[in-house]
């Protein structure tokens, strides 16, 4: 049916309304004739010879709004869409693997890359044009999108074919660059570890933290692998040492800053100036799993307080705003709200922001001490340079511009009752910010993100014995188990909304809800999670495995509309699927004494070799994996029932260590150890001393004399 004829378009509904996306349906009613991706978009393509528009972004996305409102909801936009293309929308977060293929193009053509994208398409899917969001009119040396259109409509018209042909020369240009093997390349030792570290170490920034200029993202992978440094050598290493102050200088000021949610929790996707302080809004679950977790290994290092705090606050929001019913996790929270009940007005970070006198008026004689730690000011605390839309005049986005300390000094008071105050003022403010308008929540659940969350909730019952957190965790892993997982194919599909959904999982799906569950395992010991991640490490390697180079491709290769298969060479705000896949294999091969398990992994990361050696911090996660897999990786068995007191004290212990390169395995005389012994001899012989909970500590099985005493075993395991 074309646009013309649809009955539908006349009152501007679309095919998008049939989707469960919520980014999809964000477009249902634009004026424009969406598709879907699909055949059925594709067949009208090549059916009437125009070229196809291909809009791609996500529904918290900023800029993808912005586009939406000043272009997709114009009917003269429209007309001429309409007119000249077939028009498809596309969810990133649904289909990664259609906004990979593309992204590549943009990247590789421009030189920079972004939501919303925009390429056009040969009606074979091959791309032609490519750029990311345009402005309505012609603006700041940019051309407007009706004329972007027009020009490349013009341009088809007159030649095509020569278009099609040069469509297909840089998809091949793109196959061939992505399909280099390894060999060659030179070997992976910890030469590679030094040289990340001191690439991040010359790129850190000593004054505000973090490895960047403005705008600041948090890379959650380099903080693991600076950790990681430390860990290696932490009593004589001058670079351990470095790592961590390095790390714990940016944990501190990233959670100072506006990008933190003080009063909720969790933190902002990015801040736009280099000091933390003003942040894109939009709230992501993957960088509250990962953040969570940077902030409790801080914690699990230091024993300061304030980490475990932080690290908790994640956690809370993440359970308080971010959990479905049923136990899984919710994708994302907007950048964008409305300013007001019943009134169409909307802005970035209105759910946020303050002005001095709300503050004034909400806590009283109370507002003083407040205001002066969290920086706020009468015509608001936005630094110039950092508000481009004008967004923030006399608004305040909380930043502890004082220390407890500092403003216990101000005010001649304790730092208790600072701290005291403040807490309260704080739940004073939340109460109120729940009254206002909230941002929109994407409520797709996604399954990789779920399995980052869950390794995040796992960390959290660890070190912080808190054993709601690990029913959180469970109740995850038993909601992708019953909604995500298919058991006849022992298969994953991509995500959840309104019912299971039609995608099919990829690598990272497989790769992050394995290292989930191998984390889960070693939080509650119940063996049906290790068993399950076994299963999916079958089913990963099955499906994406590159027996010939190593490595896992993103994709199966059975959807014939994704043209390239590819591999992912990057750690960025999500790890790599390789990096995770990686180290999970280096543990299941500790955890099965599996030999093709270790092989694999090392194979995965001798995969990516040429990238390793070339540009180490473009994969800060595999360095982890690399950093694994040269040391002399330790079993930590405790023989004891995981409810008693005694178990319980040996357990605790263990967890008060930093031991990245270590397994932990409860043996409890039951199905858990009956499932170990399998593979490892040893594990079936581990039992109580004398009725007493014992733990042994092993490199490759061969262990030290067990202990009962947590004294003796916190011995051990400072060695």
């Known amino acids: 049916m074309s646009a013309e004829t649809a009955p539908e378009i006349a009152q501007h509904t679309n095919r998008l309304a049939r989707e469960k996306s919520p980014y999809l349906l964000q477009h249902a009613h634009n004026p424009v004739d969406w598709y879907p991706w699909g055949e059925e978009a594709f067949a009208r393509a090549r059916k009437e010879n125009k070229p196809i528009f291909l809009s791609i972004g996500y529904s918290t996305c900023h800029w993808c709004h912005v586009m939406a409102h000043e272009s997709f909801e114009n009917p003269a936009t429209a007309k001429i869409m309409n007119r000249e293309f077939v028009n498809i929308k596309v969810d990133r977060e649904e289909r990664p693997d259609v906004d990979r293929v593309y992204m590549t193009f943009v990247q590789a053509t421009t030189g920079g890359g972004g939501w919303p994208m925009s390429v056009w398409l040969t009606p074979d899917l091959q791309p032609f044009v490519g750029g990311t969001y345009f402005p309505p009119e012609d603006r700041n040396g940019q051309p407007g999108f009706p004329k972007v259109l027009e020009g490349i409509a013009a341009a088809w018209k007159q030649d095509h074919a020569k278009i099609a042909e040069q469509g297909a020369k840089i998809i091949a240009a793109l196959r061939e660059a992505g399909s280099l093997s390894a060999e060659k390349s030179g070997a992976l030792d910890s030469k590679i570890l030094e040289a990340g570290y001191q690439q991040l170490s010359r790129s850190y920034d000593a004054h505000e933290g973090g490895f960047s200029s403005a705008p600041k993202f948090p890379r959650p992978a380099t903080l693991n692998f600076l950790f990681r440094i430390y860990a290696r050598d932490r009593v004589k290493s001058s670079s351990g040492k470095h790592a961590l102050e390095m790390n714990l200088f940016t944990l501190r000021k990233m959670a100072a800053g506006g990008i933190h949610d003080h009063l909720g929790g969790g933190f902002h996707r990015y801040s736009v100036d280099a000091l933390w302080h003003v942040p894109h809004f939009e709230k ?5 799993a990962q953040l969570a977790i940077a902030y409790l290994d801080a914690f699990q290092i230091t024993r300061d307080a304030q980490f475990e705090k932080i690290a908790r606050g994640v956690l809370d929001y993440v359970r308080r705003d971010m959990t479905s019913k049923g136990g899984g996790f919710f994708s994302a929270e907007d950048a964008d709200s409305l300013i007001k009940h019943d009134k169409p007005e909307h802005a970035e970070g209105a759910f946020y922001v303050w002005t001095k006198k709300e503050i004034d008026d909400s806590l009283g004689k109370d507002a003083e001490a407040f205001e002066y730690h969290y920086g706020v000011e009468e015509e608001g605390n936005a630094p110039p340079g950092s508000d481009p839309q004008q967004e923030f005049g006399g ?10 300390a500092e403003t216990a000094k101000q005010f001649k008071k304790s730092e208790k009752e600072i701290s005291d105050s403040l807490q309260k003022s704080g739940e004073i403010l939340f109460r109120i910010r729940e009254k206002r308008p909230r941002p929109h929540l994407d409520d797709k659940i996604i399954t990789a993100w779920n399995g980052l969350t869950i390794s995040a909730f796992a ?7 808190d054993p709601t957190y690990l029913k959180s965790a469970n109740r995850a892993a038993e909601f992708i188990r019953a909604n995500l997982y298919d058991e006849s194919s022992k298969t994953l599909v991509r995500n959840y909304r309104e019912g299971k959904g039609a995608v099919a999982g ?8 394995i290292q989930g569950l191998l984390d889960l395992y070693e939080a509650g010991f119940e063996v049906r999670w290790l068993k399950f991640a076994v299963e999916l490490q079958e089913t990963q390697d099955r499906l994406f495995l590159d027996k010939k180079n190593g490595g896992y491709f993103s994709t199966t290769g059975d959807d014939k ?12 705000a999500e790890p790599s699927p390789n990096s995770i896949a990686a180290l999970n294999l280096l543990r299941l091969a500790q955890l099965r004494d599996s030999k093709a398990d270790k092989e694999r992994g090392e194979q995965t990361m001798n995969a990516f070799a040429p990238v390793l050696n070339r540009a180490p911090m473009a994969l800060p996660q595999m360095l982890v994996a690399l950093d694994y897999s040269l040391g002399k990786p330790r079993q930590i068995v405790i023989a004891g029932d995981k409810d008693k007191p005694d178990t319980k004290e040996l357990l605790r212990e263990v967890r008060r260590h930093y031991l990245p390169d270590s397994i932990l395995i409860l043996a409890d005389e039951g199905e858990g150890q009956k499932f170990l012994g399998e593979k490892l001899e040893a594990v079936r012989e581990m039992k109580r001393i004398d009725g007493k909970a014992a733990g042994y500590v092993c490199e ?15 011995k051990l395991l400072s060695r």
């Open 700 to 714: 490759n099985f061969t262990c030290q004399a067990p202990v009962t005493e947590v004294s003796k075993l916190k």
């Open 459 to 465: 960390r959290g019952a660890q070190l912080t014995d």
């Open 506 to 513: 990829f690598a990272e799906d497989y790769a992050f809800v």
């Open 561 to 572: 509309s994704v043209l390239l298969r590819m591999k992912e060479d990057n750690d960025g």
């Open 284 to 288: 992501m679950l993957y960088d509250q």
């Open 395 to 404: 608004k305040n986005i909380l930043i502890e511009r004082h220390t407890i």
